[in-house]
Every structure is written in C-alpha cells, then in structure tokens.
C-alpha cells in the first residue's frame, strides 16, 4: 500500500523480516512477502542454489558471508520469481541524497511504482528496504528491527528491481531448473575456488571444508568461526525445505533419488545442530579445536556422500 501527502510518499504493511544468517534474502522475503509473491526464504535459497552452497574466504574464514557475496545468488532469485534488477544490478556508492541527480531520481520512481530498494546499510547494520521519501530530501530505510530517515548513505550498494513478467508458476519453475541447479552444486565441489566480482576468491564446496579444518590443526586466527558454523546450519535447513518442496513438483522417475538426497542432508543438519554449542566455544584451546575438526571431518564425509547422489541426479 503506498501512502502519500505533499509532505512524503511511503509504502506500508510489511511483514518483519525472517531472523536469518543471510540478511539479504531476509530482505529479498520481505519484499516478495510486500509484493504478493509466494517464495519464503528456503525457497528463495534454494531456487537462487544458495542453500546448497559453502564458501570460505582466505583472509578469514567467511561462510556465506559477508551478504555482499550473496548478489550472485540474488539475482538469479529475483530472475526466476518474475523480476530483474536495473542496470543488471546497479550498484551506486557514496551518492549524497540532498543532491537532484538519476540516483536521488530512480529511488524515488522505484517508490512510487511500489517497489522498494533493497540496501546494504551500514546503520543496522544488515540490508534493509529503502520504503519511502520525504519532502526534506531523506529516505526512509525498513531494516530488521527498526525504522529510520537517512538524507545519506553510508558507502555500500543499493539495489533497484524491475517486474519484467508475470508472476511464474512455481512449479514448473522447479522442474525447469531443478537439474541445471543440482548440477551447479555439485560442479562446485569439483573447483578449487569459487569466483565472482564481488568476490574473485573463495574456496567452495569439498575444498571450504578442507581449509576450515586445515585452518584450525595449524592454530590460526578463526575470525568467523562460529558465524562460519551457524550460516552452515542454517542454509543446509534451507536445503531440506527446498527438496522437500521440489519432491512434490518433480515426476515420479526422480522422486526415489530426491528422497535419498533430502534424507543425505537431514543427516548433515542434524549433524550440524547436535554440535552447535561445540562451535559457539572460541577455538583458543587444543581440545575445542580438535572437537570442531572431528565435526567438520565427519560433517565433509557426510556432504560427500549427498553429492554423489547428485551426481545420479545429473546423469
């Protein structure tokens, strides 16, 4: 519903955003969530091949993380639900918002044709939804827990979509891409690193968990170990529910495979969440470290027996 006097314009009657590890897709729920289209956020990490994911950064350990690295994976969500993003995804950086330009501009279009952006803003700090503007030059930003007017943003992207169809049957969505997505995971597992502009270099899939685990025998700084932990546990539930809703949409010859598949990953979860509390420990000490390297080995043998049933999948 869009609200507006001489003093602001301001859509309302959003739904609060899903309390996730990735804030861009709870983002990208609450806005399809504002927009009518049925696609919850284990749908949305599914669909995008985002749940099936894990990508480790070097420097660090980053896993699904920071959201930035999401864009990949974001545009094709938003791609495969009816929608597209300007520009191929604009992304604009340190604009002051006082000032009449394209920028200021397109926000304020994006508004008025009932569409939020979305925004990686630095105040939540998370992406939130750029909902309305007033008269005095601000925006007003929905993030997950608050409201707020900002007349300039912090350096980081926005991004602005497009509706460029109609809403697509979901079904015949799965059935489309089920095979193409099965095969992207476990191509994944196969590669050394993970690319993309956002992010040039990323170990992935089999090789992530092999530098997690050689990170910490060797005692090295583990910045986001237990974030690195809890973003796993949370996309491989993503995982279940997507299966367990492709399950129903796929023909019979592929449901047998499906089944073992989301039966694979139920184990890995449940794996995963028996042993959370281990890795919500730092890592300081032998014991807790070998702990988590026992969790991970085995967490590894486990992802490696799921993909070779994806590899059956994609014969």
Not at 125 to 143: A, C, E, M, Q, R
Not at 169 to 178: A, G, K, P, S
């Amino acid at each position: 519903m869009i609200k507006h006097n001489s003093e602001f314009v301001l859509l309302e009657s959003f739904q609060p955003f899903p309390q996730r590890t990735s804030s861009l897709f709870s983002a990208l729920q609450t806005l399809f969530s504002f927009l009518n289209v049925n696609a919850d956020f284990d749908y949305l990490l599914g669909i995008s091949g985002r749940a099936f994911d894990l990508h480790i950064h070097p420097k660090g350990v980053f896993c699904e993380g920071p959201d930035e690295c999401d864009i990949t994976h974001f545009k094709r969500a938003i791609e495969l639900n009816g929608y597209s993003s300007i520009d191929n995804i604009t992304i604009f950086k340190e604009h002051p918002l006082n000032d009449s330009n394209t920028f200021n501009e397109s926000i304020k279009t994006s508004i008025r044709n009932g569409l939020p952006a979305l925004i990686l803003e630095a105040f939540f700090p998370s992406w939130g939804l750029i909902i309305g503007y007033n008269k005095d030059g601000s925006f007003t930003v929905l993030g997950p827990n608050e409201k707020v007017e900002k007349k300039e943003f912090n350096e980081g992207p926005i991004i602005i979509i497009s509706k460029s169809i109609n809403q697509p049957n979901r079904d015949l969505i799965i059935r489309e891409n089920f095979k193409y997505l099965i095969k992207q995971a476990y191509q994944e597992t196969a590669k050394m690193f993970w690319s993309t502009p956002e992010n040039p270099y990323m170990y992935c899939g089999l090789k992530a968990f092999d530098f997690w685990i050689n990170h910490l025998e060797k005692n090295k700084n583990i910045e986001a170990n237990e974030w690195c932990y809890v973003s796993l546990v949370d996309s491989r539930y993503s995982t279940i529910k997507y299966l367990e809703t492709a399950e129903l949409a796929l023909d019979n010859e592929q449901q047998d495979k499906i089944k073992r598949l989301t039966q694979a990953f139920k184990q890995i979860h449940s794996l995963l969440s028996e042993n959370l509390s281990t890795f919500k420990r730092k890592p300081n000490k032998q014991s807790v470290r070998n702990q988590q390297i026992d969790i991970l080995k085995e967490t590894r043998l486990s992802e490696n027996k799921a993909y070779s049933i994806m590899k059956e999948l994609i014969r």
